[in-house]
């Protein structure tokens, strides 16, 4: 049984939570670009790669920062508008070996704590959102997982 969810109460969870992360991650960011240029990681011999090591992690928060910018603009550009399938912009209830509330959105990897429950942001790239697209409430669905075959039923779409 689904129980109704206020989206407009799921939207305003799911921006916190990402202006924190990106808080969070630009952090990270400015302490990786550092080390690499630190005197502390001159390479003192030439297996020592902690510069090396710093520019990866430096360049993977890059990543990471430019896909939550995007997630933010498109959170602040979002109509909210009611869906009937399930499709980038619905809140989607799911019913399988445990009960999840999922978000479409472009860019994936966020979550936040709404009424005791989290919901996660997850794009259609993913391997969930893939099997999701287009689907109806009360849909049925199977999705691949590193623990084999798990069969999903749409609960409801907001």
């Given at each position: 049984?689904?129980?109704?969810?206020?989206?407009?109460?799921?939207?305003?969870?799911?921006?916190?939570?990402?202006?924190?992360?990106?808080?969070?991650v630009e952090a990270v960011a400015a302490m990786a670009r550092d080390e690499v240029g630190s005197d502390q990681s001159?390479?003192?011999?030439?297996?020592?790669?902690?510069?090396?090591?710093?520019?990866?992690?430096?360049?993977?928060?890059?990543?990471?920062?430019?896909?939550?910018?995007?997630?933010?603009?498109?959170?602040?550009?979002?109509?909210?508008?009611?869906?009937?399938?399930?499709?980038?912009?619905?809140?989607?209830?799911?019913?399988?070996?445990?009960?999840?509330?999922?978000?479409?959105?472009?860019?994936?990897?966020?979550?936040?704590?709404?009424?005791?429950?989290?919901?996660?942001?997850?794009?259609?790239?993913?391997?969930?959102?893939?099997?999701?697209?287009?689907?109806?409430?009360?849909?049925?669905?199977?999705?691949?997982?590193?623990?084999?075959?798990?069969?999903?039923?749409?609960?409801?779409?907001?």
């Amino acid at each position: 049984m689904s129980v109704n969810i206020d989206k407009d109460a799921v939207v305003a969870a799911l921006r916190a939570a990402l202006e924190a992360e990106l808080a969070a991650v630009e952090a990270v960011a400015a302490m990786a670009r550092d080390e690499v240029g630190s005197d502390q990681s001159k390479a003192e011999g030439k297996y020592d790669t902690r510069a090396t090591e710093a520019s990866y992690l430096a360049r993977g928060q890059a990543w990471r920062i430019d896909e939550l910018q995007r997630l933010r603009a498109w959170f602040e550009v979002l109509a909210p508008t009611p869906r009937m399938v399930a499709e980038v912009g619905a809140l989607v209830e799911l019913v399988g070996p445990r009960r999840d509330l999922v978000f479409l959105a472009p860019v994936g990897g966020a979550s936040a704590e709404v009424g005791g429950r989290t919901v996660r942001v997850i794009s259609p790239s993913s391997p969930l959102g893939q099997a999701l697209a287009e689907l109806e409430a009360g849909d049925g669905f199977e999705v691949d997982s590193p623990a084999g075959e798990v069969s999903w039923e749409i609960a409801a779409i907001w």
